[in-house]
């Protein structure tokens, strides 16, 4: 199969070389979740090119462009949601499932990427249970007893304790080589152990199909649907049992084993033909470029009345979105419930960062939601800081 767009290169998960070119998004900010000190260090962040490629193949998205050397994670890096009730409850489901489908009492729990290790608690929380998390962001003390954390990348030492279960969220979009990660993670496990394994990604088909076009961030190189998470794990040796989708269609799941694949086939969630997915990625452009020519119109008509418009959420859908509105964004006032971020400058455009009480002095008549899954919580919010402004998720 030929295509016009085909750029010559190999998919990252599936490796085939059938990869068409559809958006090219020029310096955005590399880091959206590392918000600055000062204006001048927001402005000055380092950027980056998004030039994203879809394989047709498998329907993987991944960043073409992608240069790993521009991207460290370390200390300053906020990516903890926690802060909203409904992320904290949604976690709180997904331990007690991973706790009860793979019996975890006196177990040993391994998270890569486990961040503060909020989660990892969450899941080792019966009794016996214990857990190791690694991440070279952590910073203070084990959140729990039976709970290590290792201030390290994974894999940099080999592990010596039998896994019943390793887990990762939200790290393996980050990778540069997918496949070859699982393959060290494989590699990692000591012999004997044989863990199931549980990873969690952004669903690529809630920004090519539903609407989530402000999810492409220069920190994610891939995107991937059922099927290419799926792909990546076999490429990597592993049986995948199960892919699903959570937070309301937001959000991948996976799980997988070394164990013989047997007789039964892998359940996997309902994924678009890859045609259909590189039709839906090629008209992304036109779409994007509309919402935001309609968005600037909606701020630009506001400004005129004197008044400014809130965007609900510093994570990347709000960076993202104020980035890419250029000059029209400036009536923006990002606003944020996490403590960490108040008072914080937004990377490449500067804004500052309001806390919900400041909502009523700042003359808002607007509140976009980054993430619709919020609206509800977060017009509670805005009403209980008196103002009747209208709320809308983006
Ligand atoms: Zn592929």
């Not at 402005?43 to 394989?55: F, K, Q, T």
């Not at 989660?119 to 998390?133: A, I, Q, R």
């Not at 418009?309 to 944020?336: H, I, Q, R």
Request: proline fraction near 6%; charged fraction near 20%; aromatic fraction near 8%.
């Amino acid at each position: 199969m030929t295509s016009p767009h085909d750029t010559g290169q190999t998919c990252l998960t599936c490796g085939a070389t059938a990869v068409d070119r559809f958006l090219h998004l020029p310096a955005v900010p590399v880091f959206c979740n590392v918000l600055l000190p000062t204006e001048v260090e927001a402005r000055d962040a380092p950027r980056g090119d998004l030039d994203l490629g879809i394989c047709r193949a498998c329907g993987h998205v991944f960043n073409l462009a992608f240069d790993p050397e521009l991207v460290k994670y370390a200390e300053g890096y906020e990516n903890s949601l926690h802060h909203s009730p409904r992320f904290q409850s949604y976690a709180e489901e997904l331990a007690a499932e991973l706790r009860d489908r793979h019996r975890l009492t006196e177990a040993h729990v391994v998270e890569i990427a486990c961040g503060q290790g909020d989660f990892l608690k969450l899941v080792c929380s019966e009794p016996g249970c214990t857990g190791t998390g690694f991440d070279p962001s952590f910073r203070g003390q084990a959140p729990g007893k039976g709970i290590a954390i290792e201030r390290e990348y994974f894999g940099a030492r080999p592990l010596e304790k039998a896994i019943d279960l390793i887990c990762c969220r939200h790290a393996l979009e980050h990778i540069d080589d997918p496949a070859g990660f699982l393959r060290m993670v494989k590699s990692a496990v000591p012999a004997g152990s044989q863990p199931a394994v549980f990873f969690e990604v952004p669903n690529s088909l809630y920004s090519l199909r539903d609407g989530g076009v402000w999810d492409f961030i220069y920190e994610h190189v891939s995107y991937f649907c059922g099927r290419s998470l799926s792909a990546c794990f076999a490429r990597a040796g592993y049986s995948v049992r199960r892919t699903w989708e959570t937070f309301d269609g937001q959000f991948l799941c996976l799980e997988a084993d070394d164990k013989e694949a047997g007789s039964t086939p892998p359940v996997l969630s309902p994924v678009p033909a890859a045609g259909e997915l590189v039709g839906l990625a090629a008209g992304l452009g036109g779409q994007m470029n509309g919402l935001l020519e309609s968005w600037r119109a909606r701020f630009a008509e506001i400004a005129a009345g004197g008044g400014r418009v809130a965007v609900w959420g510093t994570g990347s859908k709000g960076v993202t979105f104020l980035n890419l509105m250029g000059d029209a964004g400036s009536v923006g006032v990002p606003v944020d419930i996490n403590p960490q971020k108040q008072g914080l400058f937004v990377p490449g455009t500067g804004h500052r960062v309001a806390a919900p009480e400041n909502l009523a002095e700042l003359g808002i008549r607007l509140v976009l939601v980054m993430n619709p899954v919020y609206t509800a919580e977060i017009e509670g919010m805005v009403r209980a800081q008196g103002v009747d402004a209208e709320v809308v998720g983006v």
